[in-house]
């Protein structure tokens, strides 16, 4: 089972995904054209990991849309918290 980074990974992933297949591209070919490693379009794709603004932006330019379209509908509350997650910890 694939771990999901946070529902706002798998929302954006989801839309490069819908994106790219109107395009009628592969992962492959968004790979080649955005210089992004094809297993890291998989994995924002699969939502197991959030690109970085400048990846989204590549991303975007190599599907021919505004890097808004990919952030269409993403909320706040979507992204998980260190302090959500058990990951921060408290300092003494």
């Known amino acids: 089972m694939s771990r999901v980074a946070s529902a706002a990974a798998a929302h954006i992933g989801g839309l490069m995904a819908e994106q790219r297949k109107r395009q009628g591209m592969t992962q492959d070919q968004i790979a080649v054209l955005s210089g992004i ?4 379009v998989r994995a924002y794709e699969g939502g197991r990991s959030m690109p970085n603004v400048q990846s989204l932006v590549r ?18 509350e979507m992204f998980v918290s260190a302090a959500d ?6 300092s003494s």
């Open 37 to 40: 490693d094809s297993s890291n």
């Open 85 to 90: 997650d058990g990951r921060r910890r408290r």
């Open 59 to 76: 991303i975007a330019r190599a599907l021919g849309v505004k890097p808004g379209v990919l952030l269409e509908g993403v909320e706040p």
